[in-house]
C-alpha cells in the first residue's frame, strides 16, 4: 500500500511560466512589507525579471556581513546616510567617495529565468555610491567568512562575471549548476508534509545570503506556491 507522499515524485524544476507566477507572489507580499522587490519587463516580450536595490552605508560589504548585521534592517538608515552624503556632496563639490571601507555600497540584485537549466538564477552587480563598480575579487572579499569555504569547493554557487543575458551587461552570477542538490531535500520534506512551498522563496532563502542578500522569514510563510490551470 502506497502512501500520498510516494504518488508522485517531488521535481527541482520550473518552467517558466511557474516562475513568473511565483514570482509575481513574491513580489505581492514584497509591496506588502514594502521589501523593495519588483518586476522588470523587457521590451514587448514575455522576457523579465525580478529587482532589488540594496544600499549599505558606512561600512563595507565585507564588514557588514562580518558582524551579522542584515542589509534588510540597515537599509533605511543606509538611506538616510545617502541622502546625507549626497547634501554634503552638493555644498563641497569635487569631493568623492573613497572606497576605503567607510563609503556607501549598492547592490543590485535580478532574479532570472534560466532556460537552459529551468531553474532561477540570481545576478547581481555591486557599485561604490560614486559610480566606482566592484571588482570579481571585491565580491569575493564581501562574502561571509562562514560562506567562502564551501564556495570554493562546491561549484554551484560559485561566483563568477558573466553577460547579463536581457541586458548585455557585465553582473556577476551565482552558478546554478547544483541547485538540485539543495532544493531537493527541501521540496521533498515539503512534499511530504503535504505542504505546498513557493520554489522562488525557498531557493532565494538559500543562495541569497551568500552574496548578502537576507529574505525576511514572513515571505516563507506569507508566500504560498502559485495555483496552475489544470491541463487534464
Known amino acids: ?48 525579471y525580478m529587482t532589488k536595490t540594496v544600499v549599505v552605508a558606512g561600512k563595507t560589504a565585507l564588514d557588514h556581513c562580518r558582524n551579522g548585521h542584515s542589509h534588510l534592517e540597515h537599509e533605511a538608515d543606509a538611506m538616510s546616510v545617502v541622502e546625507q552624503q549626497v547634501d554634503d556632496e552638493e555644498e563641497a563639490p569635487g569631493q ?32 561604490m555610491l560614486n559610480g566606482r563598480s566592484l571588482s570579481l575579487a571585491d565580491v569575493w572579499n564581501s562574502v561571509h567568512p562562514s560562506y567562502i569555504k564551501r564556495l570554493l569547493q562546491e561549484p554551484w554557487d560559485t ?6 543575458p536581457l541586458l548585455g551587461q557585465p553582473f556577476f552570477v551565482l552558478h546554478p549548476c547544483r541547485t538540485e542538490e539543495f532544493m531537493r531535500p527541501a521540496l521533498e520534506t515539503a512534499h511530504a508534509q503535504r505542504k505546498k512551498v513557493n520554489y522562488i522563496v525557498t531557493w532565494l532563502s538559500v543562495v541569497g545570503p551568500v552574496v548578502g542578500l537576507d529574505i525576511p522569514l514572513s515571505y516563507a510563510t506569507a508566500v504560498g506556491a502559485p495555483s496552475l490551470p489544470d491541463l487534464c
Not at 568623492?96 to 532561477?120: F, K, N, T
Open 159 to 164: 561566483i563568477t562575471q558573466q553577460e547579463h
Open 1 to 48: 500500500m502506497s502512501s500520498d507522499t510516494d504518488l508522485a515524485p517531488v521535481s527541482c524544476y520550473l518552467d517558466e511560466e511557474t516562475f513568473r507566477l511565483s514570482c509575481q507572489l513574491f513580489i505581492q507580499h514584497s509591496s506588502s512589507i514594502k521589501d523593495g522587490w519588483s518586476w522588470v519587463q523587457e521590451n514587448a516580450s514575455l522576457e523579465g
Open 96 to 127: 568623492q567617495l573613497e572606497a576605503d571601507g567607510h563609503g556607501v555600497m549598492r547592490y543590485e540584485y535580478h532574479v532570472l529565468y534560466s532556460c537552459s537549466y529551468q531553474i532561477p538564477v540570481l545576478y547581481f552587480r555591486a557599485s
